[in-house]
């Protein structure tokens, strides 16, 4: 069966872009956040978040090379399934590792986490749509 217009054609990948945009956005902008005041990124790990396995000071490192790096793939549509998958991996994490999300006064941020949870998903699921770097990559290897 063909792409059925609109959907397939046009509001189908408009909708992936627009996901993985605002997904990547949020992701970034927190992680530039950590990079401008380093100290403080350190203290956050320290004495608010609970990350498990992982020192505070690695899992500082670790969770703003993810913010920077991973939301730049998702937005450009390049190793697009896994940049989602990695950011929803860490997201849970993140969500796990913040106990103030299960505060009636973090509810609010949970509820975010779990929207943006439910985008990556969808990105993971679907791929990056055809307005992606992905799209023509992919094109290109299955005529090798």
Same mark, same amino acid.
């Given at each position: 069966?063909? *792409?059925? @217009?609109?959907? *397939?054609? &046009? ?5 992936? +872009? %627009? =996901?993985?945009?605002?997904?990547? @956005?949020?992701? &970034?902008?927190? #992680? ?5 005041? @380093? ?8 004495? $608010?978040?609970?990350?498990?396995? +992982?020192?505070? $000071?690695?899992?500082?490192?670790? %969770? ?8 730049? +793939?998702?937005? /450009? ?5 896994? !940049? !989602?998958? %990695?950011l929803f991996v860490f997201n849970i994490v993140a969500v796990i590792s913040y106990p103030?999300?299960?505060?009636? $006064?973090?509810?609010?941020? =949970? ?5 943006? #949870?439910?985008?990556?998903?969808? /990105? =993971?699921? &679907? %791929?990056? #749509?055809?307005?992606? +770097?992905? =799209? ?9």
């Amino acid at each position: 069966m063909g *792409d059925c @217009w609109p959907l *397939d054609s &046009f509001l189908k990948p408009l909708t992936l +872009l %627009g =996901f993985r945009l605002y997904v990547a @956005w949020a992701f &970034f902008a927190s #992680g530039l956040t950590k990079v401008q005041s @380093w100290s403080s990124t350190l203290s956050l790990f320290e004495d $608010e978040y609970v990350v498990p396995i +992982l020192s505070p $000071e690695l899992a500082a490192y670790l %969770g703003t090379a993810a913010e920077l790096v991973l939301p730049v +793939l998702l937005a /450009v549509g390049l190793l697009t399934r896994p !940049a !989602a998958l %990695g950011l929803f991996v860490f997201n849970i994490v993140a969500v796990i590792s913040y106990p103030y999300l299960f505060t009636i $006064e973090g509810a609010g941020g =949970f509820w975010q986490h779990v929207v943006w #949870g439910a985008m990556l998903w969808t /990105v =993971f699921v &679907f %791929g990056p #749509g055809k307005w992606s +770097l992905d =799209f023509p990559l992919s094109r290109r290897l299955s005529r090798d």
